[in-house]
């Protein structure tokens, strides 16, 4: 599975942590940045490109997903749940997270996970990350159906 990362200058310390968390996992991941701190940067200059790729992916058949992060992860999410094959969802604290993260994925195959760096700590976030790695769809046709409906809105 391949992973694609992008921050913003609020993300970025905390996507620099957790990359370093995927190769100890065994994923293989492309970072679209930021690759410095800059407090003047602007999310969307990382975020689209990234999710571009991504939604390309996806659309050849691809098992890939994005992690993106930002001060909230909310405008992050927006960008990257404007493609139609993007299901974002944004992660901003550690309450319940085996409970939130495992209906992400086995509901709604949400295949991006948006961190508001802000608002959740490091452990928390490689907690969430495990979970939502290894936590799959369950094509259940109730599920299926859903996000079929979805993508026809969309498409």
């Known amino acids: 599975m391949k992973i694609y990362l992008a921050a913003d200058h609020a993300g970025f310390e ?13 994923y293989e991941i492309q970072d679209f940045g930021a690759f410095k701190y800059d407090e003047k940067d602007d999310y969307p200059d990382f975020i689209f490109p990234a999710m571009k790729v991504l939604a390309e992916d996806l659309k050849k058949g691809n098992d890939s997903r994005g992690i993106i992060f930002g ?22 604290d550690n309450k319940n997270l085996d409970v939130k993260i495992k209906v992400w994925r086995e509901h709604n195959n949400a295949n991006v996970l948006s961190f508001g760096a ?7 976030a490689k907690k969430a990350l495990k979970i939502w790695l290894e936590t799959p769809f369950t094509n259940e046709p109730r599920h299926l159906r859903r996000l079929k409906k979805i993508e026809k809105l969309f498409t």
């Open 118 to 124: 802000r608002f959740i700590d490091e452990n928390s």
């Open 14 to 26: 905390l996507k620099e942590k957790l990359k370093k968390y995927f190769g100890d996992l065994g």
């Open 71 to 92: 001060g909230s992860g909310q405008g992050e999410a927006m960008i990257a749940n404007r493609f139609s094959s993007i299901r974002a969802v944004v992660c901003d």
